[in-house]
């Protein structure tokens, strides 16, 4: 029979930890009332529970990754600190010895967005360098999608659909759930064969009241955790109450670390073009205290740009030493190969490239805790428009800005219940790498996470007159021509010719 796994957890900071007092578990139940937590939950799906169009791309692949971020900001909590740039990422690995998926790209579309500017994965895709690391995938995608109203009506009329009316309910409720999640990651590979979703929600205020309304066909664990201090600098510690609703009669206290991957950082950064940007942006990265975490380990600042197609990134510009350190940069480590530095966007088949480079951000003289890192960009052409005065907006996601340090000689980071690899810059580090993660914050750009721009565009109501007067210029040019040639031969044309023997006769 099928069981269908879900795991809750609540996160709290020490000073918001529950009263175990407060905690009601019945034989089907757990509730409380008001605590102020982020919440993780992960639903795990065999394959027989799950539409066909998804099982048949699940089968053709090694591993697969979707991984949804959204545009507004967020409160990250230890240990859910990794970041990625907003929007939707796809990391993908086909079958081995066998082709990509054909039906990749169109359930994308159907789960996301019709929107989505994705063909095959041979022309979407790009290659990241899984030579170097076993944990990264083959290939990468990138969409800058806003929100998840699509995937809400996938997952309600493909995978709600079956099942007792028990598992529908909270299939459901599940499911309109994600329109405000921070964040939804699906996970799938042929060593564990289930799919995995997962979705953050932010810290907030929010009672607890969960069934599992049929204990023998589902199972269903909360945890209700907060962060306590760690004795080791690699690990986080969590302690708080588990419970296994249906099985358990009262919550099980627990304490327990875990070497951790990612850890959260109090500084801080904001993302933002440098005005006037013209075809040639630079993106400024001001960052505050910008101080390694750990005095001991060798650790080095890094930003990993994810970037739509209509912008890129020259990596023969960036091999200057001197150019780069005026600039606060100081290394290139990676950067999606190749990137046609010539054609117009809309002549571009791949979603775009992403950039990882290593910082030496510049102290300002204003703020001696402030410091500033210019990144060099270069716009393609984008397709005239109408109606918009030759201008036209895009941006570009906030990047991810993080410090990597070096482990111990001898750490090991396990899978942790709680750990995010596939995110595009994790693959490009030894596996010994702890990531520091900085904070993003809103810059000039109202409330979201992007870095916004105008672009100068043909303008098609003015091109009419230029298209007109082009022809005219032309059309005049080539009449003149033919005035001067009519010139030329009424000068010393035929009847000139005939002048010319005559005299040649008279003085013979």
């Known amino acids: ?58 089968e053709d692949s090694h591993e697969l990754h979707i991984r949804w971020v959204n545009k507004m900001p967020y409160d990250a909590i230890a240990p859910l600190v990794s970041r990625l740039s907003p929007g939707l990422h796809v990391f993908y690995t086909p079958q081995r010895n066998s082709n990509t998926s054909e039906l990749l790209c169109p359930m994308l579309k159907n789960a996301f967005s ?22 990264s995938a083959a290939l990468q995608y990138y969409a800058p999608l806003p929100s998840l109203p699509q995937l809400v009506m996938y997952v309600l009329g493909n995978v709600c659909g079956t099942g007792p009316t028990s598992h529908r309910v909270e299939c459901e409720a599940r499911a309109f759930g994600l329109m405000s999640a921070s964040y939804v990651d699906f996970n799938y590979d042929t060593i564990s064969h289930a799919l995995s979703l997962t979705a953050f929600f932010p810290p907030q205020a929010q009672n607890i009241s969960l069934t ?172 005239p428009n109408k109606n918009k005065g030759g201008q036209e907006k895009t941006e570009i996601p906030y990047p991810v800005v993080f410090w990597a340090c070096t482990a111990d000689e001898g750490s090991k980071f396990p899978i942790n219940p709680f750990d995010r690899v596939n995110l595009g810059y994790d693959g490009l580090f030894g596996p010994r790498t702890i990531f520091w993660h900085l904070n993003p914050e809103i810059g000039g750009n109202g409330e979201r996470l992007v870095s916004g721009l105008r672009v100068p565009v043909l303008d098609l109501d003015g091109s009419r007159w230029v298209e007109s007067g082009t022809a005219w210029v032309v059309g005049l040019g080539f009449l003149w021509v033919l005035w001067c040639l009519w010139g030329v031969w009424r000068g010393s044309g035929f009847g000139s010719g005939k002048k010319e023997v005559g005299k040649e006769k008279k003085r013979q």
């Open 1 to 58: 029979s099928l069981i269908m796994r879900q795991r809750i957890t609540y996160l709290q900071e020490p000073q918001d930890a529950i009263d175990p007092g407060t905690l009601k578990v019945t034989k089907n139940s757990i509730s409380t009332k008001s605590i102020t937590a982020a919440k993780e939950e992960k639903l795990t799906f065999s394959l027989a529970e799950l539409p066909q169009e998804l099982v048949k791309v699940l």
């Open 114 to 135: 019709k929107l989505l500017d994705c063909t095959s994965p041979e022309d979407s895709f790009t290659a990241l360098p899984v030579e170097r690391f076993s944990h």
């Open 212 to 383: 599992n309304l049929s204990p023998g066909s589902s199972r269903l664990e909360v945890g209700i955790l907060s962060i306590e201090k760690p004795l080791e600098v690699e690990e986080l510690s969590l302690g708080g109450f588990l419970t296994v609703v249906g099985e358990d009669h009262k919550p099980s206290p627990t304490l327990f670390s875990f070497p951790s991957r990612h850890h959260p950082t109090s500084q801080f950064f904001t993302s933002t073009f440098k005005l006037p940007t013209g075809l040639h942006p630079t993106l400024q990265l001001n960052i505050t205290d910008a101080v390694p975490p750990m005095t001991d380990r060798s650790c080095s600042l890094h930003a990993h740009l994810t970037l739509p197609k209509q912008i890129f990134a020259d990596k023969y510009q960036l091999f200057d030493p001197l150019f780069m350190s005026s600039k606060g940069l100081k290394k290139v480590h990676y950067i999606t190969s190749p990137v046609d530095l010539e054609a117009p966007e809309y002549a571009v088949d791949s979603w775009g490239s992403s950039l990882l480079i290593e910082l030496a951000p510049l102290t300002t003289t204003s703020s001696p805790s402030l410091s500033i890192a210019e990144i060099p960009l270069h716009l393609r052409y984008l397709r």
